[in-house]
Nanobody, 114 residues
């Protein structure tokens, strides 16, 4: 299984970015897709998660500003990020899992300038 993320970049505070992550390979039809992020000197944290049945979980810091969605037919997950803040600056990783299996994308840098 491989995950290919795209869409990161540099944006001013208050701006928007959309991340995409496409998964390929032998993937269970029932799975969870998620975005995590890791800022310098900090632990990786969950940003948002979406299950195959559409159940969504957001981190408190992103709820109301970020929207996660998925196209299960394409095994692709998206993260629409609005009203970005400097504290959102981090490397964003997509994640795919089911049962005991877990896979990570290569990470994409998001930098929000003040």
């Amino acid at each position: 299984v491989q995950l290919q993320a795209s869409g990161g970049g540099l944006v001013q505070a208050g701006g928007s970015l959309r991340l995409s992550c496409a998964a390929s390979g032998s993937i269970s039809s029932t799975n969870r897709m998620a975005w995590y992020r890791q800022a310098p000197g900090k632990q990786r944290e969950l940003v948002a998660r979406i299950l195959t049945d559409g159940t969504i979980t957001y981190a408190a810091s992103t709820k109301g500003r970020f929207t996660i969605s998925r196209d299960s037919a394409k095994n692709t997950v998206y993260l629409q990020m609005n009203t970005l803040k400097p504290e959102d600056t981090a490397v964003y990783y997509c994640n795919l899992g089911w049962g005991l299996y877990e896979y990570w994308g290569q990470g994409t840098q998001v930098t929000v300038s003040s």
